[in-house]
């Protein structure tokens, strides 16, 4: 016997093959199947999920759920890295928000009096809604996102008070209160 082990050279090919076996699975991903999404194995060598897109404004897209990426243009599409990645989201209550426009008259901006429909996902509902901040001075310190719906969209506004976030319950009491303090004095 020479002490040499016959069996060694076998064993780092034995490794290669598990590991592109391991590497190779396919990811499982929610997929479209009849009226039904169901979270189902993707052929191999996926690495991504598709899905709808969510707005504040249209809510959410028709696009159907699969495996891969979303195909170049496709609108109402976004794709995602990982198995089932692409959760089904279920929409919540409307909500509405002030739309907030740039007055070049008064240079400073003023609330829309008709509000701005809004959609939220049951998961997260926040209704949040976006409005120029106590330091929004000119028209381009302020970026409106979705006609008022949402988070402020660039957080360094938010940071320097140009952008300012409150919740719809919020806004509907800061237009109320002035109302019903008009609607007291004529009393």
Known sequence: SSGINAE???????????LATAYSEAIKCFQKEG??????VCADGTT????PTFSYSAGISDYAFGCGECESGAAGCIDCAGASCNKVEELGKEYECTNYEWNADDTKFVANEAMTKC???KS???NLCNKPGAEAKVEADFTKLNVGCGPCEDPAQKTAEKC????????????????????????
């Open 8 to 18: 060694w050279p076998l064993r780092p090919g034995v490794l290669a093959l598990f």
């Open 124 to 126: 997260t509902e926040q």
């Open 35 to 40: 009226e039904e999404v169901v979270d189902k």
């Open 48 to 51: 991504k999920c598709k899905g």
């Open 164 to 187: 300012a976030e409150t919740n719809s319950a919020v806004s509907m009491t800061a237009l109320l209160l002035p109302l019903i303090a008009a609607i007291y004095a004529l009393f």
């Open 119 to 121: 959609k939220s996902l």
